[in-house]
C-alpha cells in the first residue's frame, strides 16, 4: 500500500509515505511506487541517484520516508542487494546519517571520508555530504537514513565524518526519538512537526558530541521512549530498576523520574505493568503454560501472593479466573 504524505502550510511539509512488498509485489511493482511517489514528494529537495537494474528488477522489501520540513528520516528493510548505477553531479549541503539495524551499507569513497565507510548491525556513519556517491548493500539490510540540512550540522561533521555504535546512550534516545515521529508524523501540526524537527536536529548534535542536555524539555519524551525500549528487552531480569537505566543512559535516576513525571505512569509503573501483561500472555498461551508460581519467579514479584494480588489489582480477576475465561 502506497500511502501520499500530508502537507501542512507553504513549505510545512510533514508526512509519511511507504511501499511494501508483502502488499504490492516484488521487483518493479514495488520499487517504481516508490520511487515516483519520492520524486512527486521530495525530488526537488532530494534527487535519487540510479539504482541498478537488479535492484529494481529483484527488490523484496519495505520502504519508509518520513518528513519533517527540511528533514527526512528514511527506513529499508529488504531482502535483496540495492546498489546504484549511477549518482548525480549537483552539488548538495546535507548532512546524512546511516545507522545499521541489519546486514551492512558500503558507500563508495565518500569525499570526506577517505576511503569506503562500512555501516554494520548496530553502528552509525554521519558525514557531510556535498556529492553523491555510489553504495551498495548485503542482501539482508535493514537501515535507517537521516537526511538533516547542512547549515544546522556541518560544523560538527565537515571534514571530519563521524562513526560510533548505534547502542551508545546518545544513539539510543535518537532512535526512541524516531520510533516516536515515525508512529505519530501523520497527526502532528505544524508546531508539533516543527519541534519533532528540532529535537531530531539537537538528538544528532548529542550523538556527535556525545552528549545532550537531559534538562531540555524536548528531550524528555525521548528519553522515557528510550528507557521504555530497554526495558521491554529486559523485564525478565532480576536487575531491572530506574537505576539500572538511568546508568545505562547515563542520566541521574532524578533525571529518568522527571523524563516520565508528565506521563500517565511512573518508570516501576510502566515496568510492573509490562511484567503483567507479559505474564498473563504467558498464562494463557498455547501449548505448555506457567504455573501462577512460575510467572511470579519469571516477572520478579516477591512470591505467588504478592503476584496474584498484583495481577487482581490490574486486570480485575485472579490468574486462575483469567486463565478459565480465556479458554
Keep these: 500500500m502506497t500511502t501520499r504524505p500530508r502537507f501542512l502550510g507553504a513549505g510545512g511539509r510533514v508526512g509519511t509515505f511507504t511501499v511494501d512488498a508483502d502488499n504490492t509485489g516484488t521487483g518493479r511493482n514495488t520499487w517504481e511506487p516508490f520511487i ?19 535492484t529494481v528488477d529483484g527488490f523484496q522489501g519495505t520502504m519508509r ?3 519533517l520540513q527540511d528533514t527526512a528520516v528514511n527506513e529499508l528493510w529488504g531482502s535483496s542487494p540495492v546498489s546504484t548505477k549511477a549518482v548525480g553531479t549537483d552539488e548538495h549541503d546535507q548532512v546524512r546519517l546511516y545507522v545499521g539495524l541489519r546486514g551492512a551499507v558500503a558507500l563508495q569513497d565518500p569525499h570526506d571520508q577517505g576511503g569506503d565507510a562500512y555501516v554494520s548491525t548496530g553502528t552509525y556513519f554521519m558525514h557531510h555530504v556535498v556529492t553523491e556517491n555510489h553504495f551498495h548493500t548485503t542482501p539482508e539490510i535493514g537501515t535507517r537514513i537521516y537526511i538533516f540540512p547542512g547549515d544546522a550540522l556541518r560544523s560538527l561533521v565537515a571534514g571530519k ?12 534516545i535518537l532512535m526512541a526519538h524516531t520510533d516516536t515521529v515515525q508512529r505519530t508524523v501523520s497527526d502532528l501540526g505544524p508546531a508539533a512537526a516543527h519541534a519533532s524537527r528540532n ?19 524536548v528531550f524528555t519524551p525521548a528519553l522515557a521512549q528510550a528507557a521504555k525500549d530497554l526495558a521491554e528487552a529486559r ?9 539500572a537505566i538511568a546508568a545505562h543512559l547515563h ?16 518508570f516501576s509503573a510502566y515496568v510492573r505493568r509490562r511484567r503483567l501483561e507479559e505474564a498473563a500472555a504467558a498464562l494463557t498461551a498455547p501449548g505448555i503454560r506457567l504455573s501462577v508460581s ?26 486462575a479466573q483469567f486463565v478459565r475465561r480465556s479458554k
Design 36 to 54: 515516483d511517489t519520492w520524486n512527486d514528494r521530495m525530488g526537488d529537495l532530494y534527487p535519487l541517484p540510479e539504482f541498478s537494474a537488479s
Design 161 to 172: 565524518p563521524r562513526a560510533g555504535l548505534a547502542t551508545s546512550p546518545a544513539a539510543q
Design 65 to 67: 520516508s518520513v518528513t
Design 251 to 266: 542520566v541521574s535516576v532524578r533525571t529518568l523520574q522527571r523524563a516520565f513525571a508528565s506521563l500517565e505512569e511512573s
Design 199 to 217: 529535537a531530531l536536529l539537537e538528538l544528532a548534535k548529542g550523538l556527535v558530541l556525545d552528549r545532550f542536555d537531559a534538562r531540555e524539555p
Design 294 to 319: 512460575e510467572a511470579a519467579a519469571l516477572w520478579h514479584f516477591t512470591d505467588s501472593s504478592h503476584f496474584i494480588r498484583s495481577f487482581k489489582k490490574h486486570f480485575g480477576e485472579t490468574p
Design 235 to 243: 523485564l525478565t531480569d532480576a536487575e531491572l530498576s530506574p537505576a
